[in-house]
């Protein structure tokens, strides 16, 4: 069994793999991976890719296929959300993070069952990937550090959060410029990390909207707590134990 906690991209990454035939290896190749993620698309490196890219410094014909993957995505969701997610909005510098953490730990995930692990958690900051469940994990709740609002069971899938709670008003509505409002958490689960992360942040930016947007999207279930305190859900939310973690989720 491996278990390894490091500090990368700004936040704690812990990984446990039960598998007893997975070779330390394997958990170096991920933390390998997501520092070299930090190097090439973190906006606060004046080196990184992306810092060249925003002072073009780089045309788009000379970005790696990461960098345009990660942008292709970036635009799917400002499409998708009419402008309200927009890692490039007016006078601001581009800043693709909100894709990036998704996507960088679920390609890490992808290192780990390519060295033969069927039985992992991998967290990043609290938005995780798990194989070969089920596995219990919590949700923060948004005004109460020392307190959940839910605990759900995840096989085979990935989950993650966006709140104020951590950064606070980070998160912008890119139609107005302003702090995204009506909501104090949103969580999405999906197939992959990618997707869950990208569309609690898309979702998040649309305000009390996003949680009818991300709930249409085919794969997602969504637990939101608004700004009335307010529990939304959708029905395929996967709760654990429903009613001890209804009792939890009555205290948002």
Not at 16 to 41: C, G, K, T
Not at 75 to 101: I, S
Request: hydrophobic share 40%; aromatic share 6%.
């Amino acid at each position: 069994m491996l278990h390894r906690v490091e500090h990368v991209m700004g936040f704690p990454v812990s990984l446990r793999v039960d598998d007893e035939h997975v070779p330390e290896s394997a958990a170096d190749a991920v933390f390998a991976w997501l520092r070299e993620v930090d190097a090439r698309f973190s906006p606060f490196k004046e080196d990184s890719e992306v810092s060249r890219y925003d002072r073009a410094e780089l045309t788009e014909d000379a970005l790696s296929p990461d960098l345009r993957e990660i942008l292709d995505l970036c635009e799917h969701y400002r499409r998708a959300t009419g402008g309200a997610f927009d890692v490039r909005p007016p006078g601001r510098r581009l800043d693709p993070c909100a894709v990036v953490k998704g996507w960088s730990v679920q390609r890490g995930a992808e290192l780990l069952k390519q060295a033969g692990a069927s039985r992992f958690v991998l967290n990043a900051g609290g938005d995780v990937v798990t194989a070969g469940g089920p596995w219990r994990v919590g949700v923060r709740h948004p005004e109460h550090a020392d307190q959940l609002c839910t605990v759900l069971s995840l096989t085979d899938g990935a989950v993650a959060t966006s709140a104020r709670y951590e950064r606070g008003d980070h998160i912008h509505d890119a139609r107005t410029g302003r702090p995204a409002t009506g909501l104090l958490s949103l969580t999405v689960v999906a197939a992959t990390l990618t997707e869950a992360d990208s569309v609690a942040t898309a979702a998040f930016a649309l305000g009390p909207e996003g949680v009818d947007w991300a709930a249409a999207l085919p794969g997602c279930e969504v637990f939101a707590v608004d700004a009335e305190r307010r529990v939304l859900r959708t029905p395929g939310f996967p709760t654990a134990e429903a009613k001890a973690a209804e009792r939890v989720a009555a205290r948002c």
